[in-house]
């Protein structure tokens, strides 16, 4: 096996990871699922992550077209992610600049943009989530960002666009450095690309690649571009580029080796499975002492909850005296999915105004948007007694 990015065979395995199978990415949890073993591994030239067994073309194209994002305009996101970014644009660009955001969902990000005084934004976006988005008057296309739809749709001319932005989205495309290629080609010498994606080690279903600063400056040398400006933590990774020739930026170096950063990536994974371990120990003290219990959210999270606790309705009051009334209810502020059968779970998935003005005595809230779980559970009077953050997990 070679590496996808460089063609070296000099690999490390980093994790076996269970991972719901494909099939997930055309039914949308409305039939069984079952996991499947995956390898991640690494690559000791370049520091690429990504999986022994890649996705096909048609699967992935499937996915896009029908997925669900967790959608800002309905109060949930993490806003950090935007405001950061925003603020490294504005630092950037001037309010005239041409800029592309690929992967844009509805247009929260490009209405951000528009606040801040920008006027000449488009949009590109594969899902249905486009459609909404041109509802609301902004410029997106509904397409997949190739070379071949920029020259159908006469989107832009090479050379001419001064940024594209891409927040967690890079990550997910099946081969992101013809995608990198096709953005260097179209972009003015002065212009920047605005890259955000998970740091290394953080695993998630439709992750296709894992980066790094490390990565991320082989790949500027491989297209002659450089990096100007990074925003590194343990969770999120903001890279911007420009062209190696725009002599107006220092090109910044990666501090680590290769070394270290595959110990940092096994010191976050082992990390990670502490967390993971210790959380599913306190869901199932929490629910043996719980006669009505809400599961938060219906995706990954709660999926691997109840798979890695089958029997978690037995559980639910089970150290209580109280015979009658133990419920776990299913609740997920997209109405879309109300109705979804989550798996070990007999009650079908609800939305919050469906249970207003109840108590629970555990919420195992399996979304990062915690805040905004609060607020929601505020507004429809459903309160408490304890409250479980399974993010991650």
Known sequence: MKCLFCGNEDLSL??????????????????????ELLNIYICNHCGYGFYDNQFDEETIEEYYKNFEYTNPFDGLSISSWFDRNLSVIKNKLNKDAMIVEIGCSDGFFMNKLQSAGY?????IEASEHAKKGIERGFNIKNIFFTEETIKE???FEKSSVDAFVLL??????????????TMCMYLKDTGFIFIETPNFSIFALGHISYFSWFFYEKMAEKYNMKIVEVIDDNENITVVFTKKNNNQYKELSC????????ERVKNNINSKELFYNNIIEEIKNAVCKSNKVLIWGTKIVAANIVSAIPDIENLVGKELDAMGGKVIIPVDSYKSRKGYILKNITKPTVCPEDIKDSYYDTVIVTTEFINEVKKTMHEYNITCNNIIHAVNV
């Open 14 to 35: 980093i994790r076996k990871t269970e991972i719901f199978n494909r099939e997930i990415f055309k039914t949308e949890y409305k039939k069984d699922i079952h996991k």
């Open 255 to 262: 501090p680590y080796s290769i070394n270290q950063l595959k």
């Open 119 to 123: 006027t000449n934004i488009m949009g």
């Open 168 to 181: 967690h989205t890079f990550e997910h495309f099946l081969n992101p450095f013809v995608i990198f290629e």
């Open 153 to 155: 749709y006469s989107l």
